[in-house]
């Protein structure tokens, strides 16, 4: 087994803030997940990564930064927070892309 | 792009009877279909998969897809207060560099 570990699991921000969300994973898997869970709405991707230093587009990718600067990491930016995107950010992997994908607990975002 | 809509939006059902959630897509080319349940403060975890026509059946948990009518649904049996949680339909892409796409849930209450 393995785990996500999600950092920090709260984020308060003011508007206009950059703001920078962590995630690590120990599965050793090839392929990382960021989505975001608005209530109601149910997932949806921001960005993802196939393999280290690989970024690929979600339907949700303006306004986001996304780096994979080793396997095991994959951290998400927030470019300049704004009031409505306060939601809960998933981080996820899996081991090649269709296969079953593991969450982590979630960095609930606030902006004040 | 994939669009996964879930049925009824919430469910209230009392121990010990058959909770029967549903979900449709839009693509029947779609690789595989995943069950997640996610209970509150917590990230989605896989319940079941299914990637053939048919019905798949482990423990309490049974799912049906019919490729045909683009439906997939979750059944199930012998309903506990534990059950109680949001349940969200993902779909596979049928591409090699596809990823997950989710419906917005069913919230699922059991009732003791």
């Known amino acids: 087994g393995g785990i996500i570990t999600q950092t920090p699991k709260f984020l308060i921000g003011q508007e206009g803030q950059k703001l920078t969300l962590k995630c690590q994973q120990n599965f050793n898997h090839d392929t990382m997940y960021w989505y975001r869970q608005d209530s109601g709405k149910g997932l949806r991707l921001i960005y993802y990564?196939?393999?280290?230093?690989?970024?690929q587009k979600g339907d949700l990718s303006e306004g986001y930064d996304a780096s994979r600067e080793k396997k095991s990491s994959f951290s998400l930016t927030v470019t300049s927070a704004q009031k409505n995107e306060m939601a809960v950010f998933l981080c996820?992997?899996?081991?090649?892309?269709?296969?079953?994908?593991?969450f982590g607990k979630g960095t609930r975002l606030t902006v004040v | 792009q994939e669009k996964v809509q879930q049925s009824p939006e919430s469910l209230i059902v009392p121990e010990g009877a058959m909770s029967s959630l549903n979900c449709t897509f839009s693509n029947s080319a779609s690789q595989s279909i995943w069950w997640y349940q996610q209970h509150p403060g917590k990230g989605p975890e896989a319940l079941i998969?299914?990637?053939?026509?048919g019905n798949k059946k482990e423990g309490r948990l049974t799912v049906y897809l019919n490729r045909a009518s683009l439906h997939v649904s979750l059944h199930i049996r012998d309903s506990q207060p534990s059950d109680s949680a949001v349940y969200l339909c993902a779909v596979g892409g049928g591409s090699a560099l596809g990823r997950l796409h989710f419906g917005a849930g069913t919230q699922l209450i059991v009732i003791p």
């Open positions: 990564s196939i393999t280290e230093n690989d970024l």
């Open positions: 998969s299914i990637f053939s026509n």
């Open positions: 996820a992997s899996s081991e090649v892309a269709n296969t079953e994908v593991f």
